[in-house]
């Protein structure tokens, strides 16, 4: 049974810092290319970032390209995006998936506000 489990958002001052981690099991994670969504209230969710299975980076959405850094650990089977500069448009629950072809989790909130 697959299972993605999000953790490390929070409330945040613009211009700080976050870094969420994506904790996956039941397939072969470092099979899997793996990406980060997020979804704002009222709003599409829509893909942020996404790294191959050999740890190449691609796809980061222009508005956070250059302040979001997607990685993963094939050993600890968990992907992670770490956030700077973070801005209140930012502001959204951020989830993790592979091509949206797994559940989805139960994501984790980040607020940008001063």
């Known amino acids: 049974q697959v299972q993605l489990v999000e953790s490390g958002g929070g409330l945040v001052q613009p211009g700080g810092s976050l870094k969420l981690s994506c904790a996956a099991s039941?397939?072969?994670?470092?099979?899997?290319?793996m990406s980060w969504y997020r979804q704002a209230p009222g709003k599409e969710r829509d893909l942020v970032a996404s790294?191959?299975?050999?740890?190449?980076?691609?796809n980061y959405e222009d508005s956070v390209r250059g302040r979001f850094t997607i990685s993963r650990d094939n050993v600890k089977n968990t992907v992670y995006l770490q956030m700077n500069n973070l801005k209140p448009e930012d502001t959204a629950v951020y989830y993790c998936?592979?091509?949206?072809?797994?559940?989805w989790g139960q994501g984790t909130q980040v607020t940008v506000s001063s």
């Open positions: 998936n592979s091509a949206r072809r797994w559940p």
């Open positions: 790294i191959l299975d050999t740890g190449e980076t691609f």
């Open positions: 039941g397939f072969t994670f470092s099979n899997y290319a």
